[in-house]
């Protein structure tokens, strides 16, 4: 007996190894990132989770309001940066926990959590932008889906398991969707994953179900803080209508364009001088006379005016969004948000000595090996990975990981803004794991995930039904 205790025990201790390694850097992120680096995007939702500024949906509340949540319990800022480091270190310690479980491998699940120290993920771990809470979010889903794949035929025949756990990963979809509208195209990849992890053959009944869980799990919120919370409408949508006028349209057609005087004359002058600062985009921050109340009065007349051009300039319209993403894909920029911008809340980097270092080891990276932190790299990666995501143990979640990337960078192609690295940053982290987990799974046949030494899944008996834990 104690022989077998003494063979069992390295095994028993290795998850939990990995969660002190995933704390340590957890604590280490907390230290070098605080209070959180924070853009003039992240201080104006500081501002409104303070209520210093109006809730607005320029940015999606939900962000703001958990943050004012946070500030309410803790009376810190800097428990929003506490939380992304917990649930992106506790999403990587799950996902390294499970692949070392399923594949028996110490180096593999080791070097999951090590994905969080390269520079293109680490560079934006501590700032607070919706598009890492949208990453983390997602990766968190990937996290409870790989749980469901270490459990699916043991602990999972307990239909409470399941069920809990799909709730848990639908939550997170849904938060990644609310904070970030466009998250849409990358998390239904995600969640096919979470469902067919849960069931190995899920039913028509357990899709309807599951899809409604997601659903509801969108709807209620967002109908939530529409009805209690009554962020300030601002129309932020018309910004990107304004960038195609701006720069679809030849200058005489917007003199003669069928607006208000005074309309068509900032649309003329915007046009000019982003010619004139060579600005290819964000024409509404970059070149447009702003009025008092933002978009909110001219974003009627800038639709209407949209849908009758663009449909009489659609070569000139797609020339113009294939060029915008382009630059996206060949000329990504931003990989790298320093610190904090200066603000009037007194609010400063903790240890600016920790931010040089940070800053230095990603724009050496970023020098060194720019692919790295390139669009048109981890879109190349994102279709290798849905079109062969091989034969092995991950290939499913390889194939969903690939899918979600793919899709989420080429739906910017119509919306986007700017061409910032953080547009890429969950087609980044998501391709470095699909990548690894495509590696580690080879050669492992999908039907026996465990080896060995690792636990086994039991293969469905003959009488089980494949929809087994369905309503």
């Not at 803790?74 to 992106?88: E, H, N, R």
């Not at 240890?351 to 879109?379: K, N, S």
């Amino acid at each position: 007996m104690g022989q077998k205790v003494w063979m069992w025990r390295p095994r028993q201790l290795w998850p939990w190894a990995l969660g002190a390694v995933a704390a340590v850097c957890c604590l280490a992120t907390i230290l070098v990132f605080a209070p959180g680096y924070l853009s003039p995007d992240s201080l104006d939702q500081l501002r409104q989770a303070e209520g210093k500024l109006p809730l607005t949906d320029w940015h999606p509340p939900v962000l703001s309001l958990v943050w004012r949540a946070l500030i309410a319990v803790t009376g810190s800022i800097a428990s929003m940066l506490v939380l992304q480091s917990v649930l992106f270190w506790g999403a990587l310690w799950v996902l390294a926990r499970c692949v070392g479980a399923l594949t028996g491998s110490r180096a593999g699940s080791f070097a999951v959590l090590g994905l969080g120290l390269t520079p293109f993920v680490l560079t934006f771990v501590g700032v607070v932008w919706k598009d890492v809470h949208t990453a983390f979010a997602l990766l968190a889903a990937c996290a409870v889906a790989f749980t469901g794949l270490r459990l699916r035929d043991s602990d999972l025949r307990r239909p409470a398991l399941r069920w809990g756990l799909l709730g848990l990963g639908v939550l997170f979809l849904a938060y990644a969707m609310l904070v970030r509208k466009n998250a849409f195209f990358a998390a239904i990849p995600v969640f096919v994953m979470l469902v067919l992890a849960l069931w190995r053959a899920p039913g028509r009944r357990t899709w309807v179900t599951c899809t409604a869980a997601l659903v509801a799990a969108l709807v209620v919120p967002a109908a939530a803080i529409s009805l209690f919370a009554r962020p300030l409408e601002t129309k932020q949508g018309a910004q990107i209508m304004l960038d195609d006028l701006v720069h679809v349209l030849r200058v005489d057609e917007l003199r003669s364009a069928d607006v208000s005087p005074d309309l068509r004359d900032r649309l003329v002058s915007a046009a000019e001088e982003c010619r004139r600062v060579g600005a290819l985009s964000d024409a509404y921050w970059a070149c447009y006379a702003r009025p008092a109340d933002g978009l909110r009065g001219d974003s009627d007349e800038i639709t209407s005016l949209w849908l009758g051009e663009m449909s009489g300039h659609v070569p000139q319209y797609v020339q113009y969004r294939l060029r915008l993403f382009a630059s996206l894909l060949f000329e990504t920029g931003y990989v790298y948000k320093a610190g904090i911008t200066r603000n009037d809340l007194g609010v400063e980097v903790a240890h600016p000595r920790l931010e040089d270092t940070l800053g230095t080891y990603v724009g050496g990276m970023a020098r060194d090996l720019p692919w790295l932190f390139r669009g048109w790299f981890w879109l190349a990666v994102a279709l290798v990975l849905a079109v062969r995501p091989g034969t092995g143990l991950f290939s499913m979640p390889v194939r969903a990981l690939g899918i979600s990337s793919a899709a989420y960078i080429l739906g910017y192609l119509p919306i986007m803004p700017a061409t910032d690295f953080r547009y890429i940053y969950w087609p980044a982290i998501a391709c470095s794991l699909g990548l690894l987990l495509l590696w580690l799974g080879r050669g492992t046949p999908a039907s026996s995930p465990a080896a060995p030494g690792a636990p086994a899944d039991r293969a469905l008996t003959a009488h089980q039904p494949a929809d087994a834990g369905g309503p």
